[in-house]
């Protein structure tokens, strides 16, 4: 496991992950285009999920190359790439069995948004945010749940619109599991490393 997360720190693998995140994220915006234009102006920014979370993920990215740290944006980053990535998987998975076949496009959405919650998930050492961080991205994650499917803003899969309402309970508790693996995989993490490390160190004053 060394070796991944050596990689992971590359220089030269970070710019080429900022790319394809990038591209990536300009594709997500131009997939929802045809929503947005009929999405009225109050509720814009919660429409392209999986898009604005790789768009946090690809300002982390930024940030990270340089040395620094946003630990909003990595808090955000990780909660809605694991979440999207997986939320997209499941309902692409679900549209194939009740279609029995799914589009090339089908299939590239699965691969790329499992791409989107591994990537999310491989980065959590490298995160420097805290819990206060983290309930501000809990905020903003559980209020795009109440806008997409209160509100009705939620991406439409053919079919499967009928069962939005079991959709919507299923998309909360991912959240909640969202939030629940960054708060171990992070804050967790770190509270325990720090007490560990102040542990360790008192014991040799």
């Not at 499941?90 to 496009?105: A, E, K, W, Y």
């Not at 053919?158 to 693996?181: E, P």
């Amino acid at each position: 496991m060394y070796w991944i997360y050596q990689i992971l720190k590359n220089r030269t693998f970070l710019v080429l992950l900022f790319i394809i995140n990038f591209l990536g994220t300009i594709y997500g915006y131009i997939w929802y285009e045809n929503q947005l234009l009929r999405t009225p102006k109050i509720f814009l920014i919660f429409v392209p999920d999986s898009p604005t979370a790789s768009l946090f993920f690809t300002i982390f990215l930024g940030f990270y190359i340089f040395g620094r740290h946003v630990p909003y944006i990595e808090a955000l980053a990780m909660v809605t790439l694991f979440k999207y990535g997986i939320w997209a998987v499941v309902m692409n998975i679900l549209t194939l069995l009740m279609d029995g076949s799914l589009s090339p496009q089908g299939y590239m959405l699965i691969a790329s948004h499992g791409a989107m919650a591994i990537q999310g998930l491989l980065y959590a050492p490298y995160y420097r945010f805290k819990l206060r961080h983290l309930v501000v991205a809990g905020l903003w994650t559980l209020h795009n749940d109440i806008i997409d499917y209160v509100f009705a803003m939620m991406p439409h899969y053919g079919k499967l619109d009928q069962y939005m309402s079991q959709i919507g309970y299923f998309t909360f508790w991912l959240s909640i599991a969202s939030l629940g693996i960054a708060y171990l995989l992070v804050v967790k993490n770190k509270l325990t490393f720090n007490y560990k490390e102040s542990t360790s160190l008192s014991i040799f004053e």
